[in-house]
């Protein structure tokens, strides 16, 4: 679960749940299982994680780059709301 150090408490909605929903559904199935394999691949690895730093300033060439090109239509801004997904929507269920 996410914990939101600047509020001191477990963030337990999704923000901007209207446009994420129209983002995600732009994104084919293998395009989000790839995305979440990956976010699980990194989020195992620790136990704090900052958004911000997942994946990185440039997304090119990665599972990420569809977030932006595709499911945010090139809107710079809109992919970095669209990467916060605090109810876990990444995470692949196995």
Request: charged share 35%; net charge positive; with cysteine.
């Amino acid at each position: 679960m996410l914990y939101s150090i600047n509020e001191n408490r477990y963030i337990k909605r999704t923000p901007h749940l209207e446009e994420y929903m129209s983002w995600i559904g732009r994104l084919s199935r293998d395009e989000i299982i790839a995305i979440k394999d990956e976010l699980n691949r990194r989020i195992t690895q620790d136990d704090i994680h900052t958004s911000s730093w997942i994946p990185g300033k440039d997304w090119s060439g990665t599972v990420f780059q569809p977030i932006y090109e595709k499911a945010c239509l090139r809107n710079y801004k809109a992919r970095y709301v669209f990467r916060r997904d605090p109810l876990g929507s990444f995470k692949r269920k196995r």
